[in-house]
């Protein structure tokens, strides 16, 4: 069959991030192609170069046998190509022929058509299957007629290929199979459409072919018909050198943390933490694994107390602390996912962003004791190997690795009972990982707990004394690290349900 | 790091380019215009003492953005405040009997208070309700104004004033001393020590070490288990205190009463002083004197070139707009 | 004292007083619409008065004194537009020094016009229409101005909900992402509207000084652009509503005076107060209730930077 599109040798950097390293992508005409990977795969970028929204620092793409450079979005729609973002692009208080025709011109430009437009709407219900009220506001509909939306605003354009990023994440799995239905029967109309998804059965239900990116690159493109859930996983998940870094075998002591049903809303006040429980004891390092966006940032938010969970208990060393404020919780040390973002003020100080929890210990009288502060925070960067020009120079001036490393100073020295860490090795190089884990390693060695939350399998494999995985806010099986494999931690992930062993 | 001296700078000397287009407009030699600006305030012990003068209520006001800007909120309302605070002084000034020694420290504290309680409306809507405080503060700075104006023309109009909407004159416990035979009063030294006061609680206290994080990163400061909240209500507090002490030295170093316009846009400068010492309480005075230079300089160029004082104004916007412009194209987003 | 003779004399002022309101409430409904929150108004407005007056005195035409003046707020608005949509400001400070612009410019070139005479743009009585009782004198012995306003009223209500430009200038201020999204240039929009904004809010500011208070005075403005931009979230950024609201707000200025000259006992200052104290309980209710639900664009005063993650 003949390609519609193919992308050869894409590549897309970030700063030093190579979100695209060397891609390639062959789309045929007329079938469903998934691109699969993990969050962080480079996916969603892909995709964003092929519609315009971002410049390929190098590669082509050819659509249709031409060689084709899209400047913005405008070009690519004009090119006959569609896309459905994840975060849907629609005006709430605008109704659903406002939101269709927005950027379009109809036959009597610049007053608007509604004739035309509901005509050209109903031709296109009745060719795909796709219902809607066109005079309803969108604020109004659920989620799944928004989504309905966006892809008759695509459909509405007379594109060729649509492209669809992870369309099933706010879905219901009712409203899962009728876009599913929707999906094929457009396609069987001559629509071309790429699908993004990391959850691997829907790229088994829906798609005809699946190309894998793993870390940036691709992986392979592979036949839907003749692969597994089990192939797809490992080609996914992948291995990588292993490090050195082990975590020996201790005896457990008391439990230090305990969940018990907790359930944490998100921002948008949906539940993203559904029913969580778990224990981790002293000296032991209990993994989360998961894709991100699963409820991890919302659960451990709640365990380090800038989130008020909605129902359920959190007891650190016995003691209820579900409804302290972060202040009176200062047995937790809490390395954020977001580093820059949240774990640090990146214009003030190295000597201020060591102090940032304790200062008020040092206050002196009126004022805070400074020559005590600096002291210390020389003990902390001495300890911890932090590389600054001076204590006074911004935060913002040190490398990744050396912010970790200031976070992890601040933190692990104010002798935790509890240490989160949230994909603390993101982004490190090899030197920095190592010496993150090693860390970790260490301060479980001294007795503390540690919930170590990350989507490097590696990671989570080579430290954890017990793997958890969370799955759209549930945790699916708690295993022992010996029980566990690759496989079946990564089929979890994908949304993968154990079969009673 | 370079940027951050050189910016104000730049700002200054753009300003005073585009000023003198317009002055040239009128047919008037900038040049010439800016020699009569400096000899008339550098030139004399009374050209000195004015510039103390404009400078006192700036230093003050410019404080009072400067101070809530750090934990990253814009206080706009200085010139409310500072009208709020010249009320409340005012009444005590002229209505409540008291030892004489008392007068003025009572006089200040009912400045400080009014001007706190000025700020504590937004400072609390913002809290609260997330309201925009640019907007809130800005909207109270008429209805303070039309308070006084009110009070003037009406309850406070005194017996002695004809039909002016004046207050009578403060008796003379409630005046603040002045030196030299000049206008300079206790007031500039008492601003600049509160100048001082505040660079030392911003630097060495751990309120303003909080006050630091709330306006490098907010986030970081929920992280760290310091209540925003609070601090963004205490900073904007701290700040109308200040600018209610501007009001209270105002009548009580100037003025000698209360009547409409006691500001000549006091509170609206404190802007880009605060802005030029990028919110550095110790540069504050320094850029404040700059400003009481453009104001002493601006009447200069009234009584010798019949040139109105609004062209302070336009000095002023200008330099917020270069520094502002410059910040922005240094993103480079 | 208050009979229906008084009623009509102060409706008919309402009108001409609200008339200058009604311009410059329109011109920030328009930028506002598309995303960007000009709070520059006091500034534009009196730069406005300003030109319109001098260049009247000039040219002998009050008509391209209303032009200039158009000329002139947008020359103003162009500048925040620059520093919004170019820069990606700080849209409130931005406006501020707009307005310091305006009141330091107009009374640095405005000095020797005080006083001055100009060609002003008197009213029209139409025939017949204005000799009915009453309603003759409110509605038809207006100045071809204020029946302008009230088309432009119309006109902008039809462009912002009935064609293609409407649609994008709201998804603009809406949702800057999803129009850009689909091809709409949305830093074009957003400079096109504040631009014709700043114009709108000039030409109310010539009405000030060529049509109402037919004169000029520094600072003559006196906080109107404030009430404007009460104004515009008391309308609920809607045109229709945008005439009634500056009407009832005219009214309310003119009530003040009336009220003062026939000697009933409310404070002329305290009066003035009024419109400040409401938009503050206005913008609480609006923050309370969501702005949503209350109908501010939803990405008012927000930069929009393309390819940035949410």
Redesign the interface.
Known sequence: MEAILEMRNIVKRFGDVVANDHVNLKVRKGEIHGLLGENGAGKTTLM?VLYG??QPDEGEIIFEGRKVRFK???DA??AGIG?V?Q?F??????NVL??V??????PS????NHKWVESKVEKLSEKYGIDIALYEVV?NLSVGEEQRVEIL?ALFRDVKLLILDEPTAVLTPQEVDSLFYALKSMTKSGLTIIFITHKLKEALKVTDRITVLRKGKNVGTVITAETSERELARMMVGRDVVMDVAKPEVEFGREVLRVEDLWVKDDRGGFAVKGVSFSIREGEIFGIAGVSGNGQKELEEAI???RTPARGKILLDGKDITKL?????NEIA?V?EDRI????????SVL?NL???D??KY?KG???D?EKMEERAKELIEEFSVKTPSLHSPASTLSGGNIQRLILARELSRSPRLIIASQPTRGLDVAGIDYVRRRLVESAAKGCAVLLISEDLDEIFQISDRIAVIFEGEIRGIMERKEADYERVGYLMAGGLEVAV | MRWNYLAPVISIVASLAVVGVMLAVMGINPLEAYIVMFSRSFASKFGLAELCVKTTPLILTGLAVAIPLRAGLWNIGAEGQLYMGAFAASVVALYINLPEFLVIPLMMAAGAIFGMGWAAIPAFLKAKFDLNEIISTLLLNYVAIYWVEYMVYGPMRGKEVYNFPYTDLFPDAATLPRFFGTRLHLGFLIAILIAIAIYHILKRTDFGFAVRVVGANPRAADYAGISRQKIIFYSMLLGGMLAGIAGMIEVSGIQLRLRPAISTGYGYAGIPVALLASGNPLLVILSASLFGFLYVGGSALQTTYSVPVAIVYVFQALIVLFIIGGQSLRRGD | MVDAGFIASLLASSIRAGTPLLYATLGETLTERSGILNLGIEGIMITGAFTGFAVSILTGNPWLGVLFAGFAGMALAFIHAFFSITLKANQPITGLMIVLLGLGITGFFGRSYIGEVAVYINPIHIPYLSSLPYVGEILFTHDPLAYIAVILAAVLWFLLFKTRYGLEIIAAGENPEAADSVGVDVDRIRYISTLIGGFLVGIGGAYLSLAYAKLWTEGMTAGRGWICLALVIFSGWMPQRAVLGAYLFGGLDVLSFKLQATGVGISYHLMRMVPYVVTIVVLLFSVIRKRAAFGAPASLGVPYIRGRKQ
């Open positions: 964003n929204i971002y913005s979005p405008r729609i004009s896309m973002h975060h692009m629609l005006v709430p208080r605008m406002q939101n025709i927005l950027g379009y011109r109809t430009d610049p007053l608007i604020m605003k380090a107390g800038l404020g972060v202040e009176k919780r809490y954020p973002g949240v774990g640090l003020a990146p214009s003030l201020e102090m940032l929890k200062f008020k206050r009126l004022v805070l400074y």
